[in-house]
């Protein structure tokens, strides 16, 4: 089992930045691929960005490509997600995810979230016009 704990949502205004970071504890050992989604209220929850545990593999979103940067620090079990160029558009409730499964898919089918067995509370961001 893994939990995993967000902290660092917040509200921003336009063109601001934030940094998310994702605490994980547990089993580690399973886990292949972390990231992070987001759910707009009303919306599916989405991919935002995805990152290897053991690699520096990345997915991102076209919709965050150049303005969010995934990153893991292995020896501290943490996954932080820095958001700059902020817009409304980026309101959502945003998800740490971690997969633990057994089927090694390429980075690029990792998009679903039916593919990631854990998952964090959430933490709220909302960024203002």
């Known amino acids: 089992q893994v939990q995993l704990v967000e902290s660092g949502g917040g509200l921003v205004q336009a063109g601001g930045s934030l940094r998310l970071s994702c605490a994980a504890s547990?089993?580690?050992?399973?886990?292949?691929?972390v990231g992070w989604f987001r759910q707009p209220t009303g919306k599916e929850r989405e991919v935002a960005a995805l990152?290897?545990?053991?690699?520096?593999?990345?997915y991102y979103a076209d919709s965050v490509k150049g303005r969010f940067t995934i990153s893991r620090d292995n020896t501290k079990n943490m996954i932080f997600l820095e958001m700059n160029s902020l817009t409304p558009e980026d309101t959502a409730v945003y998800f740490c995810?971690?997969?633990?499964?057994?089927?090694?898919?390429?980075?690029?089918?990792?998009?679903?979230?039916?593919?990631?067995?854990?998952w964090g509370q959430g933490t709220q961001v909302t960024v203002s016009s």
């Open positions: 547990g089993d580690s050992t399973s886990i292949y691929t």
């Open positions: 995810a971690a997969d633990g499964g057994t089927v090694r898919y390429p980075i690029g089918r990792m998009t679903s979230r039916e593919k990631f067995n854990y």
């Open positions: 990152i290897r545990w053991s690699s520096d593999i990345t």
